[in-house]
């Protein structure tokens, strides 16, 4: 069978069992994008945007997109997971929400958490009106609007601030399963809150997380994001933040990829109302035969937008690092400030890193500038901290920590960056000696 | 709009000047493509048999390709059966055997255009200079006077004649006929152009120039250009191209190779002022050009400058093999698109041979509704160890329609690369031309001085001649582009 072929196999089958499957709107949108993925396939190198990063060694491969409630994780996992952290959880297993492992603190007056089949049942017509078309995105996107089971719906109204950090889980557990998930977040004016998005995976098998986020943020709303992937070995995770601002918002998106096979985030916000500001800071450490690829669009629609973005990679092992960011400012769009940089560290002979930063402008008064940089560790730093009786291997260790932890830093809140910097150092061989260093 | 704004507009609304067309009967090939067209320009050249063999394998290659569409450039499909292949002034008989035997209409036109053709014109500078005509090369000077160093300098015509062996050798190593599908077409039908080859240790002592002119009408140009640098050999090369104001579009599909084997040094300069189109984008060439040099030795260094002011679409990208160890690639480029031009332009630099050092410093400038894209590669392969590239492209914007794009890629298998890529854009600031102005200057000195300003490390680069008339271009090419 052909990959479209399985794909639409999977349709056809469970195409009745999704939530929602009573809402015409919906059926109407997931037939089209079903249509649209069947047309397109998976992605091929010959798509300028997919260039740097292959989807071939998915032929032959199949997923399933399993039963809800199947293979549900040890329960200590969540345990270690939490850490006494505060906050609200929603735990999805294999694309499937788990009110077991799940726990929705009190909320203030006019924020709503839920699950996305509750949000079709109780908020319809907002869902809908939010919920994004077949059209949207690359023919994965196209395929998650076909197949959504589940995702996190949360509704902020207007000057709703939730302190707490809200923390949606995904996990794989089952072998070859395939998770679409789709998650909506709406901020209306003036709200804010925190969102972590938490990847990881226990099988050692394949599977298949395809997820896409979609946030509107609200004027003057404050917004910020962070991703942390750490998939399983062998896992493929597709993943897509598309995000809305209105005038004078706040939106702020940390990724940091550790896991995976091959994790590939298109993370994307357009800026629908003037005065917008935006941060997108991103790292990843990967080793092995992993790849990781993130393909960033900052679309300047409207004046006087804001953007800053850092990108900081480090690859070891023959791993691969993908990055590629556009800026775009589109006619009109003056007083537009952009600011974009991505730097990569290559550890080993066999690493490869690649990166396209882009700017893409349209408008004359504006201020928009990039860089790029690939490298390896610097000697001299190498030679002083030698010289202070460090042993090379553990010197390496602290200033591949170093490059990493700028991107630490920036991430503002402070019970996430501490989250981040535990599983950077987790990544980093001889991480517990840098702890104590470090801390 | 306030006065300077209107004095800027007026400096860019100035015309372009080499536009004239001249009258002189030509002997052309009626318009197609087909196998026969192919064998037809071979024949016309009396070519060798592998000559014609490799053009019709280009040919049937070309047939089995696309036009790409990658590039952020518009225009309506090209109808490749509605161009003359090949243009050439009519001679007498066998054509000219010296300069003095050529049509004097065609030296006016050189003349003109300000190209020393004429050897007297020694006294105008030290530069040897081949004039492509169309689809042919009309004159060579200083052909004796390099012959004695060793030095070949000719039209590709001659060079397919009397060097075939060498040609053999080298054309299509570096750009091979299928490399892409204006490659591919050019070698198919490509008529004329320079072909170059410096011998061991000698360093040319004159700078070697091609002046390319396209004057008929419906005519494309398709010429080629072959430099080799043998071993410690070095040259610096100058381009030079014009073309008559026409409502229609003209495809200029050229292709430029440059071998540098061990310790040589190639520098290729161009100037290029195609005719750009009238305001609202009608007419201009068409500039579809595929550059590479190879640096095939250890230690060799090729260096490509170009000032890119004309064309209705400018699409090219001159790039570097480094291949040798310690070989060195640089590109210096300013580009300027004004009223709709469209500028897609850039450079490839390929680490393969260890300590391999790269330099990228692109400039560009749009104004009115021009669009100006720098599109660049910088791959390191996993064996070039120590490889350093250090990229800048910066963007002026000058009007409010324009349009900048940058779109670098890097590749990097190596860990001992080091690759630095740094772009800004920006506009001409109000403030900077207060400051100029309130000092006594016009508007349009003002913005002169401020592009030329932001030119300058380009500038530097070329040879003396061509910075002069760079400038000046740039200063012509920009009149009524502020707003």
């Known amino acids: 069978m052909s990959q479209v072929e399985i794909w639409q196999d999977q349709y056809r089958v469970r195409a009745q069992g999704l939530p929602g499957a009573t809402l015409p709107w919906l059926v109407t949108l997931r037939e089209r994008a079903m249509e649209r993925f069947v047309a397109m396939g998976w992605p091929t190198r010959r798509k300028e945007d997919w260039h740097h990063t292959s989807l071939a060694f998915l032929e032959g491969q199949t997923f399933k997109v399993p039963m809800r409630g199947a293979a549900p994780p040890e329960e200590s996992l969540m345990g270690r997971l939490r850490e006494g952290g505060a906050g609200h959880w929603l735990v999805f297993v294999n694309g499937w929400f788990n009110a077991a492992l799940s726990q929705i603190g009190s909320l203030p007056e006019g924020a709503t958490v839920d699950t996305m089949p509750q949000a079709l049942i109780g908020h319809a017509e907002r869902v809908e009106a939010h919920y994004g078309s077949a059209e949207d995105g690359g023919s994965p996107a196209a395929l998650n609007a076909a197949l959504a089971t589940d995702g996190a719906y949360v509704h902020l109204a207007r000057g709703v601030a939730v302190e707490a950090p809200i923390h949606l889980v995904f996990i794989a557990t089952i072998a070859e399963g395939a998770s679409h998930v789709r998650n909506l977040v709406i901020a209306e004016d003036g709200a804010e809150a925190t969102l972590v998005e938490h990847y990881l995976g226990?099988?050692?098998?394949?599977?298949?997380?395809?997820?896409?986020?979609?946030?509107?943020?609200?004027?003057?709303?404050?917004?910020?994001?962070?991703?942390?992937?750490?998939?399983?070995?062998?896992?493929?995770?597709?993943?897509?933040?598309?995000?809305?601002?209105?005038?004078?918002?706040?939106?702020?998106?940390?990724?940091?990829?550790?896991?995976?096979?091959?994790?590939?985030?298109?993370?994307?916000?357009?800026?629908?109302?003037?005065?917008?500001?935006?941060?997108?800071?991103?790292?990843?450490?990967?080793?092995?035969?992993?790849?990781?690829?993130?393909?960033?669009?900052?679309?300047?629609?409207?004046?006087?937008?804001?953007?800053?973005?850092?990108?900081?990679?480090?690859?070891?092992?023959?791993?691969?690092?993908?990055?590629?960011?556009?800026?775009?400012?589109?006619?009109?769009?003056?007083?537009?400030?952009?600011?974009?940089?991505?730097?990569?560290?290559?550890?080993?002979?066999?690493?490869?890193?690649?990166?396209?930063?882009?700017?893409?402008?349209?408008?004359?008064d504006v201020k928009c500038a990039h860089g790029a940089t690939v490298g390896q560790i610097d000697d001299d730093s190498l030679f002083y901290l030698r010289a202070r009786g460090m042993d090379e291997a553990h010197a390496r260790n602290l200033l591949t920590y170093a490059f990493a932890a700028e991107a630490l830093a920036r991430i503002g809140v402070a019970p996430l960056r501490n989250r981040a910097r535990a599983a950077l150092l987790a990544r980093l061989p001889g991480g517990h000696l840098l702890e104590e260093l470090t801390s | 709009?306030?006065?300077?704004?209107?004095?800027?507009?007026?400096?860019?609304?100035?015309?372009?000047?080499?536009?004239?067309?001249?009258?002189?009967?030509?002997?052309?090939?009626?318009?197609?493509?087909?196998?026969?067209t192919v064998r037809a320009i071979s024949a016309k050249k009396h070519e060798p048999a592998f000559m014609l063999e490799w053009r019709l394998e280009a040919y049937r290659h070309w047939l089995t390709m696309t036009p790409p569409h990658w590039a952020q450039v518009g225009f309506p499909a090209i109808d490749f059966q509605d161009i003359v292949y090949y243009a050439a002034p009519k001679q007498k008989k066998d054509g000219p055997r010296s300069l003095d035997e050529v049509d004097p209409e065609l030296l006016r036109t050189y003349e003109k255009l300000g190209v020393p053709l004429h050897e007297r014109a020694r006294l105008a500078g030290v530069v040897a200079v081949d004039a492509v005509f169309d689809s042919v090369s009309v004159g060579t000077t200083f052909q004796k006077q390099l012959a004695e160093k060793g030095i070949i300098f000719c039209s590709?015509?001659?060079?397919?004649?009397?060097?075939?062996?060498?040609?053999?050798?080298?054309?299509?190593?570096?750009?091979?006929?299928?490399?892409?599908?204006?490659?591919?077409?050019?070698?198919?039908?490509?008529?004329?152009?320079?072909?170059?080859?410096?011998?061991?240790?000698?360093?040319?002592?004159?700078?070697?120039?091609?002046?390319?002119?396209?004057?008929?009408?419906?005519?494309?140009?398709?010429?080629?250009?072959?430099?080799?640098?043998?071993?410690?050999?070095?040259?610096?090369?100058?381009?030079?191209?014009?073309?008559?104001?026409?409502?229609?579009?003209?495809?200029?599909?050229?292709?430029?190779?440059?071998?540098?084997?061990?310790?040589?040094?190639?520098?290729?300069?161009?100037?290029?002022?195609?005719?750009?189109?009238?305001?609202?984008?009608k007419g201009g060439i068409y500039n579809f050009v595929t550059k590479r040099g190879d640096c095939r030795g250890d230690r060799s260094h090729i260096s490509w400058t170009q000032v890119e002011t004309g064309s209705a679409i400018t699409w090219k990208y001159p790039s570097v093999v480094l291949r040798g160890d310690d070989s060195v690639g640089e590109f210096y480029s300013v580009a300027l698109t004004n009223n709709r031009q469209q500028a897609d332009t850039g450079s490839k630099m390929t680490h393969m041979g260890r300590n391999t050092r790269s330099t990228i410093i692109s400039k560009g400038i749009s104004a009115g509704h021009g669009s100006n894209t720098f599109r660049g590669l910088v791959k390191v392969t996993p064996k070039a160890e120590n490889a350093r590239n250090y990229t800048q492209c910066d963007s002026l914007l000058i009007g409010e329609q324009c349009a900048a794009h940058t779109f670098p890629t890097i590749e990097a298998g190596n860990p001992s690369a080091r690759v630095e890529h740094e772009a800004t854009t920006s506009r001409i600031g109000e403030d900077q031309l207060f400051y100029a102005m309130q000092r006594g200057l016009s508007a349009e000195d003002a913005v002169s001085m401020i592009v030329s300003g932001f030119c300058k490390e380009v500038f530097k680069e070329l040879p003396m001649e061509f910075a002069v008339e760079a400038q000046n271009l740039l200063g012509v090419s920009l009149e009524g582009s502020i707003g």
């Not at chain 1, 589109?330 to 690649?354: F, I």
């Not at chain 2, 070697?208 to 043998?230: C, H, K, M, P």
Request: a negative charge; hydrophobic letters at 35%.
């Open chain 2, 1 to 36: 709009m306030n006065a300077a704004t209107k004095n800027i507009d007026s400096f860019l609304d100035r015309e372009y000047s080499a536009g004239f067309v001249t009258d002189l009967e030509s002997d052309s090939l009626p318009k197609g493509l087909s196998e026969a």
């Open chain 1, 202 to 364: 226990t099988s050692a098998t394949a599977t298949l997380t395809n997820a896409v986020t979609r946030i509107h943020a609200g004027a003057d709303s404050r917004i910020t994001h962070l991703k942390l992937q750490q998939e399983a070995e062998q896992a493929l995770h597709l993943a897509s933040i598309d995000t809305q601002q209105g005038r004078g918002s706040v939106f702020n998106s940390h990724s940091l990829s550790f896991g995976a096979r091959l994790a590939r985030n298109d993370i994307t916000t357009r800026f629908a109302g003037e005065h917008c500001e935006t941060l997108f800071n991103g790292m990843y450490h990967v080793d092995g035969k992993r790849h990781v690829d993130h393909h960033t669009v900052i679309d300047h629609a409207l004046p006087h937008g804001v953007s800053r973005e850092y990108y900081r990679g480090i690859l070891d092992g023959s791993a691969r690092g993908v990055f590629s960011g556009r800026i775009k400012v589109a006619p009109g769009a003056v007083k537009s400030d952009a600011m974009q940089r991505a730097d990569s560290l290559l550890l080993s002979r066999q690493a490869e890193a690649d990166a396209r930063p882009e700017l893409e402008i349209y408008a004359a």
């Open chain 2, 156 to 281: 590709f015509s001659e060079a397919v004649r009397e060097h075939p062996d060498l040609v053999r050798q080298y054309l299509g190593s570096v750009v091979p006929p299928g490399d892409n599908f204006y490659a591919a077409l050019n070698s198919a039908v490509f008529s004329d152009g320079s072909f170059v080859y410096i011998p061991k240790g000698v360093r040319c002592p004159m700078e070697l120039s091609t002046y390319f002119r396209i004057n008929a009408q419906d005519t494309g140009q398709f010429e080629r250009t072959l430099i080799i640098a043998d071993e410690g050999a070095h040259v610096s090369y100058l381009e030079g191209c014009t073309a008559p104001m026409r409502d229609e579009n003209q495809l200029h599909a050229a292709v430029v190779e440059l071998v540098a084997l061990k310790d040589a040094r190639i520098k290729y300069s161009t100037v290029q002022n195609w005719y750009p189109g009238d305001k609202d984008g």
